[in-house]
């Protein structure tokens, strides 16, 4: 069990224990209506006694009220339960699933709130009851047998049954239940893409083809569905069946053992009663076998996703970096197994700006993002002014690293929040991210833009930052990442949205930056970068085709007419 769920299930643990201990209570008052039964045929008929029969009446009703007031009380333990482990996991979570850099993107994660969701309403269900019960069927066998032997094996016999037929519907449910799962996981967050994005998909008219395809995946999500309720079913009704003609033969059994004087005619009925009883957690589990199997099914995922995610240690604070960046020996594969980047090394000194360039698809975006952290290696390293980038905490760093992606990637919220990367939802002072959004938004050009805003500052950016221009979010995104000065600026295509005034206020920007020491990497697909260019990184096919000063590689090029054979550098003199 990962750590930290341990370490939620401890703080839980008495909500536990004493919802342990309220089932025992529960499962002894069950007995009250049984007891109830037997007095009024042996004590109260034979003796016409009307007082007794008052006073047991009132006892019963004591004993089911306060049944009922320890179930209520159970349940709400659990649902208590069910919100302290939110409080203890949800964080836990959240961060492992967004502090995970991936190659290809998180799927796997993006399902690990609703399967935590999934666990936590299984643990208020009527499941968790059958199982909080289930450990008393012995004590009612034990009572049956206490009744009259035969009624005892007979409700060994009817728990053994039910049990075997428990272990059936785990059999015949457990894999379509689990690629049920799989698929209404894969239709769910197929769907939310597509809802995100559909704008796009009405005006290019793809709305009858992407309601076909999820038509589509969910008739295969419902087909496996039907297909483990189908089978489901069958052995459901046969438990259900079972309990129930056991139940019923408990009486006929009673009868016969009470016509040869062996039990008190009281007892038939308590016969009945104690062998559905017996029987009845078992039955209520098989029947809400698919919660089981589901909880189970998130249980496994969760462990296995905090497992992954990095162990919490506390890594030693670095110092600001002053720019050097050095990379060595670096590949990063695909989920397929695919290479995108291989032996990529070059070196960067602190304040230098360095274009790369390179044909579409030849691993830029990929390359800068590895330097950003926003993805794991698979190999090689990444030196931050001499330190492995995996020795500082990701959330440090990136107040170092000012990153600006191809796509903007803005959030709902206002712009002011956008750009001061949502700090004023960590508690900080709400003046001084004020200045410090300012600040950088002048730098980057988008000051004057966003006062023109109706909302200025606070407009606020509807989902997925809708609401600005592919300009606007660009020079918005470009203050984001200019946020509080970083060291090492990395930015991606900042200009593609941009038009020539915006190429300019954006070269202007880069000047300040490299006044101020910052080393700055920029993925550039136009030459209008090119004066504040040092160095310049040339990828091909995923590997360094050539890196040098600009003036020489520019120089290289021009006389071959084509791009010499990769040469890694240790830098740019
Ligand atoms: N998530 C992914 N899964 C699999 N392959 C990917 C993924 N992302 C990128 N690739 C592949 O990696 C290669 C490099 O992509 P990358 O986006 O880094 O190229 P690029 O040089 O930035 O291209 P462009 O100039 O068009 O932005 C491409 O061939 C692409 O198919």
């Known amino acids: 069990m990962n750590d930290a769920i341990r370490t939620a299930l401890e703080a839980c643990r008495r909500h536990f224990t004493t919802a342990i201990v309220f089932s025992a209570l529960v499962n002894l008052l069950f007995i009250v209506p049984m007891l109830y039964m037997l007095q009024v045929y042996e004590r109260v008929v034979p003796t016409r006694g009307n007082t007794t029969l008052y006073m047991l009446t009132l006892f019963l009703l004591i004993g089911l009220v306060t049944m009922a007031a320890l179930d209520v009380l159970r349940s709400r333990l659990l649902v208590r339960a069910g919100v302290r482990l939110d409080a ?11 502090g995970r850099p991936t190659q290809t993107g998180q799927r796997g994660a993006l399902q690990a709130m609703r399967e935590f969701d999934t666990l936590r309403q299984a643990m208020t269900g009527p499941a968790i009851l059958a199982v909080l019960d289930a450990p008393w069927v012995p004590v009612y066998v034990l009572v049956a047998f206490l009744i009259s032997p035969w009624i005892g094996l007979l409700s060994v016999v009817g728990a053994v049954l039910v049990i075997l037929l428990a272990i059936r519907n785990e059999q015949v449910t457990r894999t379509r239940l689990q690629d049920a799962n799989a698929a209404a996981g894969l239709a769910y967050s197929d769907f939310e893409s597509t809802v995100a994005a559909g704008d796009v998909v009405r005006a290019l008219g793809m709305r009858d083809a992407m309601v076909n395809s999820h038509l589509s995946q969910r008739a295969t999500m419902m087909r496996l569905q039907t297909e483990a309720s189908l089978a489901s079913s069958g052995v459901t009704a046969t438990s259900k069946f079972v309990r129930q003609f056991l139940q019923s033969l408990a009486l006929g059994v009673g009868a016969l053992l009470a016509i040869d004087g062996l039990i008190s005619p009281g007892a038939i009925f308590a016969s009945m009663f ?31 996703l905090l497992d992954q995610s990095a162990p919490e240690i506390a890594l030693t604070q670095l110092p600001r970096p002053q720019g050097k960046i050095e990379v060595e020996d670096l590949h990063v594969m695909s989920e397929d197994g695919q290479p995108i980047l291989q032996n990529i090394t070059f070196a960067v000194q602190p304040g230098q700006v360095i274009a790369i360039v390179g044909p579409s698809g030849a691993g830029k975006s990929t390359l800068v993002r590895a330097l950003a952290g926003a993805l794991i290696p698979s190999h090689g390293v990444i030196r931050l002014d ?10 440090r760093l990136a107040e170092h690293v000012g990153y600006m992606p191809q796509e903007p990637a803005l959030f709902r919220g206002s712009i002011k929040e956008n750009i001061a990367r949502f700090r004023n939802r960590m508690g900080e002072d709400p003046a001084q991210i004020d200045t410090d959004a300012i600040a950088s938004a002048q730098i980057a050009g988008a000051h004057d833009l966003i ?32 946020f509080r000065g970083p060291s090492i600026l990395i930015l991606d295509e900042p200009n593609s949205n941009l038009d020539a005034d915006g190429d300019q206020e954006l070269l202007q920007c880069l000047h300040q930056a490299k006044a101020r020491g910052t080393t700055i ?13 040092d160095g310049l990184l040339i990828i091909q096919d995923g590997k360094v085709a050539a890196y040098g000063p600009k003036d020489e590689i520019l120089r290289q090029i021009s006389a071959q007419k ?12």
């Open 88 to 98: 203890q996991l949800a964080r836990t979570i959240l961060e492992s699933t967004l």
């Open 274 to 304: 104690i062998v559905g009883r017996a029987l009845a957690p078992i039955d209520q589990m098989v029947g809400n076998w698919r919660q089981i199997v589901q909880a189970r099914g998130a249980w496994t995922t969760l462990n296995t």
């Open 386 to 395: 001499g330190a492995d980038q995996r020795n500082w905490d990701p959330q």
């Open 451 to 482: 006062q023109r805003l109706p909302g200025g500052y606070d407009q606020q950016l509807g989902l997925n930052g809708r609401g600005l221009s592919a300009g606007q979010s660009q020079r918005v995104a470009l203050a984001r990442a200019l």
């Open 521 to 533: 990497l920029l993925v550039a697909h136009r030459m209008s970068m090119m004066p504040i260019v």
């Open 562 to 573: 084509s791009v010499p054979a990769p040469t890694p550098q240790p830098g740019v003199a």
